[in-house]
Antibody, heavy 119, light 107 residues
Framework: QVQLVQSGPEVKKPGSSVKVSCKASGGIFSRFSITWVRQAPGQGLEWMGGTLPRVEAVKYTLKLRDRVTVSIDKSTNTAYLDLDSLTSDDTAVYYC????????????WGQGTLVTVAS | EIVLTQSPATLSLSPGETATLSCRANQSVSSSLVWYQQKLGQAPRLLIFDASNRATGIPARFSGSGSGTDFTLTISSLEPEDFAVYYCQQRTHWPLTFGGGTKVEFK
């Protein structure tokens, strides 16, 4: 059973950066895509970016493309989300998720990481 | 990017009733439409993939239909644990996008 365990909550100042981690059971990231989704308080789900291991590509939403980086450390089975130039609009719960069977069908999710941006 | 519009925003129903949720895309996504359930304070849970296929362990009262631009999630005979927010997501075009969600609440 795939399990994704995310890092703990973060409080950041505006203009700073945050790095959220997502550790997986087993070496799944070389086979399964990993994606990051965020949810602002009381709002819906927003897809941020993710990997396509079969073509060794990473895709991002246009809105965040200049500030977000998704990376993977295969040696530790850990995926990372880096988000720069934080503003209060980035306050959200950040989820990692993986698609075990079909690209774009996210059947395993992390528990979520709350990132709060406040001065 | 593909815009997914879910309606209604809120559905007020009683246990035992049938919930019909809509997801409409602004251009065709073929059958590559996914439904998730999210309860308060929890991560989303995969329900339906490729419009009509139930994920592992999902009860038969959940069913999906549609193709192209119009999709429906039907929950027959609502159970108390079904009161939650439901999101659709398309996986045809990058960037991937989610709908705004439909909240199924107790009437």
């Amino acid at each position: 059973q795939v399990q994704l365990v995310q890092s703990g909550p973060e409080v950041k100042k505006p203009g700073s950066s945050v790095k959220v981690s997502c550790k997986a059971s087993g070496g799944i990231f070389s086979r399964f895509s990993i994606t990051w989704v965020r949810q602002a308080p009381g709002q819906g789900l927003e897809w941020m970016g993710g990997t396509l291991p079969r073509v060794e590509a990473v895709k991002y939403t246009l809105k965040l493309r200049d500030r977000v980086t998704v990376s993977i450390d295969k040696s530790t089975n850990t995926a990372y989300l880096d988000l720069d130039s934080l503003t209060s609009d980035d306050t959200a719960v950040y989820y990692c998720a993986t698609a075990e069977h079909l690209d774009g069908v996210f059947d395993h999710w992390g528990q979520g990481t709350l990132v709060t941006v406040a001065s | 990017e593909i815009v997914l519009t879910q309606s209604p925003a809120t559905l007020s129903l009683s246990p035992g009733e049938t919930a019909t949720l809509s997801c409409r895309a602004n251009q065709s996504v073929s059958s590559s439409l996914v439904w998730y359930q999210q309860k308060l304070g929890q991560a989303p849970r995969l329900l339906i993939f490729d419009a009509s296929n139930r994920a592992t362990g999902i009860p038969a009262r959940f069913s999906g239909s549609g193709s192209g631009t119009d999709f429906t999630l039907t929950i027959s005979s609502l159970e108390p644990e079904d009161f939650a927010v439901y999101y659709c997501q398309q996986r045809t075009h990058w960037p991937l996008t989610f709908g705004g969600g439909t909240k199924v609440e107790f009437k």
